[in-house]
């Protein structure tokens, strides 16, 4: 369900836009179509030079005093083959050791002598060194290294105590039954323990996080592991399973007793820790600490007894990431959403006045390297008006040279759409952003059928200050085939702060809909919408929308295709599913009106709902769909469903493609 966030420039490498002429479905996804670029990731090798890569992977150097490139390599392979191949690989540059999965266990290599640290690993019920608690809380891995690489912290998760969940290939001769681990909410959770290895002594403790063998304490999550800048000690958030209550504890790295707990922090609703803490490069005893307690993610400064200095950054915005310290450590540099949040700015604050200052001059969405000293930064972007742009600036944010900048993609598109971003207010007045997509040679006098597309749910934001104003390509697409595509991100998601956000706690579907009928009634307002032919898109949390949308506003939508949708959150799984909904037994008349299943009677004869499923799904698995249409067809419903056998909760590669039209068609068939 949480999306996966890539870095920009990953993203750009990944981004299909339209160049010339027509666009079609094949064309927006086979390549043909791309942001023109020369500029790949770059890093500051020391504090005049940086590398940079081109499409054909040449390797150059840029001068930033001569303000010149000059070729290193024609051809760069930036995979070591000491590495490839090898599965949860985790390096330490300074020590040269490094950590990886083999055969389900876990081997470590120092010196070239590879060992063999477990030995009781398997595929699927003991799994060693890779992210656990289903990549929430911001743990995106199971490897941490010591800064200096002596130490080792590892994850080991137990899910033997988890029933198994059946999938099935059909791939084989016989279909093959592929069991996976599925805490559902509510039901019995795997257990998590940290060891850490001493390279030196070539000896593993386990911290001793339980402080009882309790099914409670055994079921608490682990999260934001971090060493001390000696690598001596280890601090873990750990969190509770109703995940309002949280501690900040310190372990000893050698004998894994724990030393303190630091602090604590306790919500009424939940508490997300996604951030490990940041030590002060110039003074070990002292680290930056991420939380929401005054609604919004900023900064705090504390010291390693757990006394609060000081609060580093406030207001009604987010830190979003922590990039790093110049030299002297006097600053520290991060993204942000202080300007907008559509917006995702970098700043420096200066750590002993707390004055924050802007570096990137333009708007939109950056990604920044930066030097040692902090005198040069190198800014890659996009925007709502640059698809693609890459400049050097100093320290003060100007503009030292532009090293490169894409032309517009829909310079040479003779039926280019226009997009406009907006603002609506909820029924309780909060501002709610939109965005409008329309085609080209829009005519006011014209009635146009909608498609809404929705997500709506935690961790996302579809609107941003982007290129295609975050619309991506099919979206776009639509547009030029004479729909208005519309999308308003409501209550429940990212980058507005704790309120806004945690508007769904145990009501999710609630505040969404409320604030995505707000869009539907500004849309039935405007003279050029025809309010007959209304469609409504979404995938995952936007297939739970969809559908809840569709069929707790009957009448309402004309047409809605739902992909992977959850239908009962008592089927989703344990630290989402908890976080925003508690559990059957808890919130039973959260779960019983959020149940897209309790809607069903309100299906039309003359419906048009279209819903896709990968059959290997394994975030929403397939029983919420194939339970759904069982009831549909139980209650002579009409529903139309379509299965992608080899995928999982995203579809992929070509089949991508198939999607893509399936979808547009059924929209021309049933909309149009």
Same mark, same amino acid.
């Given at each position: 369900?949480?999306?996966?966030?890539?870095?920009?420039?990953?993203?750009?490498?990944?981004?299909?836009?339209?160049?010339?002429?027509?666009?079609?479905?094949?064309?927006?996804?086979?390549?043909?179509? +791309?942001?023109?670029?020369?500029?790949?990731?770059?890093?500051?090798?020391?504090?005049?030079?940086?590398?940079?890569?081109?499409?054909?992977?040449?390797?150059?150097?840029?001068?930033?005093?001569?303000?010149?490139?000059?070729?290193?390599?024609?051809?760069?392979?930036?995979?070591?083959?000491?590495?490839?191949?090898?599965?949860?690989?985790?390096?330490?540059?300074?020590?040269?050791?490094?950590?990886?999965?083999?055969?389900?266990?876990?081997?470590?290599?120092?010196?070239?002598?590879?060992?063999?640290?477990?030995?009781?690993?398997?595929?699927?019920?003991?799994?060693?060194?890779?992210? $656990?608690?289903?990549?929430?809380?911001?743990?995106?891995?199971? =490897?941490?290294?010591?800064?200096?690489?002596?130490?080792?912290?590892?994850?080991?998760?137990?899910?033997?105590? $988890?029933?198994?969940?059946?999938?099935?290939?059909?791939?084989?001769?016989?279909?093959?039954?592929?069991?996976?681990?599925?805490? &559902?909410?509510?039901?019995?959770?795997?257990?998590?323990?940290?060891?850490?290895?001493?390279?030196?002594?070539?000896?593993?403790?386990?911290?001793?996080?339980?402080?009882?063998?309790?099914?409670?304490?055994?079921?608490?999550?682990?999260?934001?592991?971090?060493?001390?800048?000696?690598?001596?000690?280890?601090?873990?958030?750990?969190?509770?399973?109703?995940?309002?209550?949280?501690?900040?504890?310190?372990?000893?790295?050698?004998?894994?007793?724990?030393?303190?707990?630091?602090?604590?922090?306790?919500?009424?609703?939940?508490?997300?820790?996604?951030?490990?803490?940041?030590? =002060?490069?110039?003074?070990?005893?002292?680290?930056?600490?991420?939380?929401?307690?005054?609604?919004?993610?900023?900064?705090?400064?504390?010291?390693?007894?757990?006394?609060?200095?000081?609060?580093?950054?406030?207001?009604?915005? &987010? $830190?979003?990431?922590?990039?790093?310290?110049?030299? %002297?450590?006097?600053?520290?540099?991060?993204?942000?959403?202080?300007?907008?949040?559509?917006?995702?700015?970098?700043?420096?604050?200066?750590?002993?006045?707390?004055?924050?200052?802007?570096?990137?001059?333009?708007?939109?969405?950056?990604?920044?390297?930066?030097?040692?000293?902090?005198?040069?930064?190198?800014?890659?972007?996009?925007?709502?008006?640059?698809?693609?742009?890459?400049?050097?600036?100093?320290?003060?944010?100007?503009?030292?040279?532009?090293?490169?900048?894409?032309?517009?993609?829909?310079?040479?598109?003779?039926?280019?759409?226009?997009i406009t971003i907006d603002t609506l207010h909820a029924q309780?007045?909060?501002?709610?952003?939109? +965005?409008?997509?329309k085609p080209k040679d829009f005519n006011p006098n014209k009635?146009?059928?909608?498609?809404?597309?929705?997500?709506?749910?935690?961790?996302?934001?579809?609107?941003?200050?982007?290129?295609?104003?975050?619309?991506?390509?099919?979206?776009?697409?639509?547009?030029?085939?004479d729909y208005i595509v519309w999308t308003l991100d409501g +209550?429940?998601?990212?980058?507005?702060?704790?309120?806004?956000?945690?508007?769904?706690?145990?009501?999710?579907?609630?505040?969404?809909?409320?604030?995505?009928?707000?869009?539907?009634?500004?849309?039935?307002?405007?003279?050029?919408?025809?309010?007959?032919?209304?469609?409504?898109?979404?995938?995952?949390?936007?297939?739970?929308?969809?559908?809840?949308?569709?069929?707790?506003?009957?009448?309402?939508?004309? #047409?809605?295709?739902?992909?992977?949708?959850?239908?009962?959150?008592?089927?989703?799984?344990?630290?989402?599913?908890?976080?925003?909904?508690?559990?059957?037994?808890?919130?039973?008349?959260?779960?019983?009106?959020?149940?897209?299943?309790?809607?069903?009677?309100?299906?039309?004869?003359?419906?048009?709902? =279209?819903?896709?499923?990968?059959?290997?799904?394994?975030?929403?698995?397939?029983?919420?769909?194939?339970?759904?249409?069982?009831?549909?067809?139980?209650?002579?419903?009409?529903?139309?469903?379509? &299965?992608?056998?080899?995928?999982?909760?995203? #579809?992929?590669?070509?089949?991508?493609?198939?999607?893509?039209? %399936?979808?547009?068609?059924?929209?021309?068939?049933?909309?149009?």
């Amino acid at each position: 369900m949480k999306r996966s966030i890539l870095s920009i420039c990953l993203l750009f490498l990944a981004i299909n836009t339209f160049a010339q002429g027509k666009l079609d479905i094949e064309h927006l996804m086979d390549g043909t179509y +791309r942001i023109q670029r020369s500029i790949y990731p770059h890093s500051f090798t020391d504090n005049t030079h940086f590398n940079y890569f081109t499409p054909k992977g040449e390797k150059f150097s840029y001068d930033v005093k001569k303000l010149k490139a000059t070729l290193v390599t024609e051809q760069q392979d930036n995979s070591s083959s000491e590495y490839r191949g090898k599965a949860f690989v985790e390096v330490n540059k300074k020590s040269g050791n490094y950590a990886y999965i083999k055969n389900n266990n876990l081997m470590v290599v120092a010196n070239g002598v590879e060992k063999q640290l477990t030995t009781d690993g398997d595929s699927i019920n003991i799994i060693y060194g890779q992210s $656990v608690h289903r990549n929430e809380f911001g743990i995106d891995k199971g =490897l941490f290294f010591a800064e200096d690489g002596m130490h080792l912290a590892y994850y080991r998760m137990d899910q033997s105590m $988890v029933g198994d969940y059946p999938l099935v290939n059909t791939q084989e001769r016989e279909a093959k039954l592929v069991n996976i681990k599925y805490p &559902m909410a509510g039901m019995k959770s795997h257990e998590v323990l940290v060891y850490v290895y001493n390279f030196a002594t070539q000896k593993t403790v386990m911290l001793k996080t339980r402080k009882d063998n309790s099914v409670e304490e055994r079921e608490m999550y682990l999260t934001n592991i971090a060493f001390s800048p000696d690598g001596k000690v280890v601090y873990i958030q750990k969190l509770n399973r109703l995940q309002n209550h949280m501690w900040m504890e310190a372990y000893n790295a050698d004998n894994g007793e724990k030393i303190k707990v630091l602090f604590e922090e306790t919500s009424n609703k939940y508490f997300e820790p996604e951030h490990p803490i940041v030590f =002060l490069p110039n003074n070990p005893n002292q680290f930056l600490y991420f939380s929401e307690r005054d609604g919004f993610d900023h900064l705090y400064l504390y010291d390693t007894d757990g006394k609060l200095i000081k609060q580093v950054t406030k207001g009604d915005w &987010m $830190v979003n990431e922590i990039a790093g310290f110049n030299k %002297k450590a006097t600053e520290c540099y991060i993204y942000a959403t202080k300007d907008s949040p559509l917006e995702k700015n970098f700043y420096s604050i200066n750590m002993k006045n707390g004055k924050i200052t802007r570096i990137t001059p333009n708007h939109g969405t950056h990604y920044v390297t930066f030097n040692e000293e902090g005198t040069y930064f190198v800014d890659s972007y996009t925007s709502t008006d640059v698809a693609y742009a890459t400049v050097l600036l100093n320290n003060k944010g100007q503009i030292v040279k532009e090293l490169d900048k894409s032309e517009d993609p829909f310079a040479k598109l003779d039926n280019a759409p226009t997009i406009t971003i907006d603002t609506l207010h909820a029924q309780d007045g909060t501002v709610l952003y939109t +965005r409008m997509i329309k085609p080209k040679d829009f005519n006011p006098n014209k009635k146009y059928p909608v498609i809404i597309y929705v997500y709506n749910g935690p961790h996302a934001q579809l609107i941003t200050d982007s290129w295609t104003a975050g619309a991506g390509n099919f979206l776009p697409f639509l547009a030029t085939q004479d729909y208005i595509v519309w999308t308003l991100d409501g +209550r429940g998601s990212a980058n507005r702060g704790y309120e806004f956000e945690s508007a769904i706690w145990h009501q999710c579907g609630d505040a969404e809909i409320s604030d995505q009928m707000r869009g539907v009634e500004y849309l039935k307002s405007l003279p050029y919408v025809d309010s007959e032919k209304i469609g409504v898109d979404g995938w995952s949390y936007g297939g739970f929308m969809t559908l809840s949308l569709t069929l707790r506003n009957p009448g309402v939508f004309k #047409v809605a295709t739902a992909g992977g949708p959850v239908i009962d959150w008592k089927w989703y799984e344990v630290m989402y599913g908890e976080r925003y909904m508690g559990t059957p037994e808890n919130n039973a008349a959260g779960f019983q009106k959020a149940s897209v299943l309790n809607y069903i009677d309100n299906i039309p004869e003359d419906a048009h709902i =279209l819903v896709m499923q990968g059959y290997l799904d394994n975030t929403v698995v397939a029983q919420h769909s194939l339970e759904f249409i069982r009831q549909c067809v139980e209650k002579k419903k009409p529903v139309d469903y379509f &299965m992608y056998t080899n995928h999982e909760h995203n #579809v992929r590669g070509k089949d991508r493609v198939e999607l893509y039209k %399936k979808i547009f068609n059924y929209y021309e068939d049933y909309l149009k």
